[in-house]
């Protein structure tokens, strides 16, 4: 799985660090309900333990709307989390939309230079995608990597 060898930030050094004074958002598209559902729940409970209460959350129809939301509203927050499932079928629509979604992310990352923190899903399977959601039975929790990514990357960037 990915997530071997993954960093390990805990609650307590965000929370500690100032994370909680950070205005943050979740922007996440609505296909595949269950698993949004799973990361969804994981960035939140990360925004909690590291002392965020209230995150904004921002539902937008799919995974490749992610960036135009992500674009427009970075500059008015210390850290984006983006949230969305793409699942492969049988046509290259796969391959568009994960390459403009991480494309499209990376780009308002950069431009504005405030963190995103990416929790799009790129599956072969609805199991690989359950697997990552951070769902009861799930071996990662990808919506809570998220958002701590975001969080640890903003207060380093506030530290400079």
């Known amino acids: 799985m990915a997530g071997h060898g993954a960093p390990q930030a805990t609650p ?3 929370a ?12 996440a598209a609505s296909w595949h309900t269950t698993v949004m559902d799973g990361l969804i729940d994981g960035a939140l409970r ?6 965020i209460e209230t995150p ?4 937008v129809p799919g995974t490749f709307e992610l960036t135009v939301a992500a674009a427009r509203l970075a500059p008015s927050y210390d850290a984006v989390v983006a949230l969305g499932v793409v ?5 290259p629509h796969f391959d568009f ?10 780009d308002v990352s950069v431009r504005t230079g405030v963190p995103v923190g990416f929790g ?6 609805d199991e690989q995608a359950i697997a990552r959601a951070g769902l009861p039975g799930s071996v990662e929790d ?6 701590s990514a975001a969080l640890e990357t903003a207060l380093v960037l506030k530290g400079r």
């Open 12 to 14: 307590d050094s965000l």
């Open 97 to 106: 939309v994960c390459q403009g979604a991480t494309m499209g992310l990376t």
């Open 87 to 91: 699942i492969r079928g049988g046509t």
């Open 120 to 125: 799009v899903l790129t599956c072969d399977t």
């Open 142 to 147: 990808k919506g809570h990597e998220a958002m």
């Open 56 to 59: 904004e959350l921002l539902r």
């Open 16 to 27: 500690a660090a100032g994370a909680a004074g950070l205005r943050t958002i979740i922007i």
């Open 46 to 51: 990360a925004a909690a333990e590291a002392g």
